[in-house]
């Protein structure tokens, strides 16, 4: 849980609620095919059938320190696709959705290309 404090009073914040709303910004930028699993977790979380399956959640690793986020990405992007191009797009519109939905500043992104599909 992250917590903030502002003129308005105390604001808790969960952490699926920013990787669904980092996830959600990633899969709608040009370029972006997919979000992968990370680890052993993940990939047993996608394998069982517990729960309603939410692909954009998938690879997304969010921390906060010293009040400010930081935010790992696991994609697979479309082949053709100028990498550079669509990665710093990536990192700066998670940072600004963040930074205007919540109020909090991120400190840094990092985009790990996985995979590059046809």
């Known amino acids: 849980m992250v917590t903030v404090q502002n003129h308005v009073g105390k604001i808790t914040i969960s952490p699926n609620y920013f990787t669904e709303l980092i996830g959600n910004t990633v899969t709608k930028c040009f370029g972006v095919i997919s979000m992968n699993v990370t680890g052993v977790k993940e990939t ?4 069982m059938p517990l729960k309603k399956k939410n692909k954009s959640r998938r690879g997304v690793k969010v921390r906060f320190f010293k009040d400010k986020l930081l935010v790992d990405l696991h994609i697979s992007l479309m082949y053709g696709v100028n990498i550079s191009a669509v990665i710093r797009s990536i ?4 940072g600004y959705t963040i930074e205007q939905s919540t109020g909090i500043s991120v400190e840094k ?3 790990y290309v996985d995979s590059i599909r046809v």
Request: hydrophobic share 55%.
């Open 91 to 94: 990192i700066n519109k998670v």
């Open 109 to 111: 992104v990092n985009v």
């Open 44 to 47: 047993l979380k996608t394998v």
